[in-house]
């Protein structure tokens, strides 16, 4: 039977400070993917390593536009792109997906169906992994799936915008713009003032919430244009009250806070960080009106990664580039104890 002396005591001691040390280094190591859109949150591990396996999992016949963007904004979000970050081979699965999407609606053969919003979702997603991985040959697929949506808009007898297509559409104008992307940035601000300027279609029991976010994309469509507000209103206009129950609402505040100060992104931070306590036992955040607990939970990672990646002094993407890791950064789990130390 072991004898526990003074010295195997503290040896024991030594050797537990030293698991704890390496422990705690791997959780910083964790933090260390960050991107101009947003930044890894530890506290979220478990729920972005469930992504990463549906996203592994899930055979190409089964997945759709929608979700596909989703989830690959969620891993933009928590700071991956499509040259380094813990998730980038999950975010280039994603990736070429959607190009083979858009490429067969292209070409019209085999091509999926799409409807108005998930196709400006996708040029989002093409548009903002563009811009975060620097991949300039994405940009024939983001002028590739604006064309193949933006007749549905001029269609004889086509209702305008919805509230939906007219946030999406504020998004994509704004990351056009940040894309330098002018000629393509006029058609679809054009269509956004659209649809800002329409009645938008409410029911009785989304009254409030449609009409909210109605009024923060006409805002966000504003802001594109090139109007100019004071921070604390944008961020009045953008976020939600309760942003569980409106996602796509909190992304477009999400998406604003990182052009505010640094005194607002910090304080800002502080109404955020409760919503990681809200996941269920199942590390994913319950399903949101018809959005399910899995696109959901992308949306809600995309929103919490904007808002800590940019909760410190850095607006903009010199900023940016100034703090992450150099382009052919590793996987610091996978460097040796020598590079580590």
């Not at 799936?145 to 999406?168: G, M, Q, Y």
């Not at 994309?217 to 953008?238: I, S």
Request: hydrophobic share 45%; net charge positive; glycine share 4%.
């Amino acid at each position: 039977m072991l004898r526990l002396t003074l010295p195997l005591i503290a040896c024991l001691a030594g050797l537990t400070s030293v698991a704890s040390a390496q422990v705690d280094a791997h959780v910083h190591s964790l933090a260390l993917p960050r991107t101009a859109l947003g930044s890894y949150v530890p506290e979220l591990h478990s729920t972005v390593l469930t992504l990463a396996v549906v996203i592994a999992d899930t055979p190409n016949q089964d997945r759709d536009i929608a979700t596909a963007a989703w989830q690959a904004l969620a891993l933009s979000g928590m700071g991956s792109n499509m040259r380094y970050g813990h998730h980038k081979t999950e975010l280039k699965k994603l990736i070429v997906w959607l190009t083979r999407q858009q490429t067969a609606l292209t070409d019209n053969i085999n091509a999926p169906r799409l409807d108005r919003a998930d196709g400006v979702l996708m040029a989002l997603a093409f548009t903002r992994i563009g811009v975060e991985s620097e991949y300039k040959l994405l940009n024939r697929f983001i002028e590739g799936s604006i064309k193949s949506w933006l007749p549905k808009f001029a269609e004889r007898d086509a209702r305008p915008p919805t509230t939906e297509e007219t946030a999406l559409l504020a998004l994509l104008a704004q990351s056009l713009k940040q894309a330098n992307q002018p000629r393509l940035l006029q058609q679809v601000l054009a269509l956004a003032k659209r649809g800002a300027a329409a009645t938008p279609t409410t029911t009785a029991t989304t009254t409030g919430q449609t009409l909210r976010l109605h009024a923060a994309a006409r805002h966000c469509v504003e802001l594109a244009a090139g109007a100019q507000y004071p921070p604390e209103l944008t961020l009045a206009q953008c976020w939600p009250d309760d942003a569980l129950a409106a996602p796509l609402h909190a992304w477009l505040g999400a998406f604003q806070v990182r052009t505010l100060p640094a005194s607002v992104r910090t304080a800002h931070w502080q109404r955020v960080q409760p919503l990681i306590a809200k996941r269920q036992a199942s590390h994913l955040w319950p399903k949101s009106g018809k959005r399910d607990a899995m696109t959901t939970s992308a949306m809600m990672l995309a929103v919490i990664g904007m808002c800590h990646g940019n909760k410190t002094d850095r607006n903009d993407s010199s900023a940016a580039k100034a703090a992450d890791p150099p382009r052919d950064h590793k996987d610091p789990r996978k460097q040796s104890k020598r590079q580590r130390l």
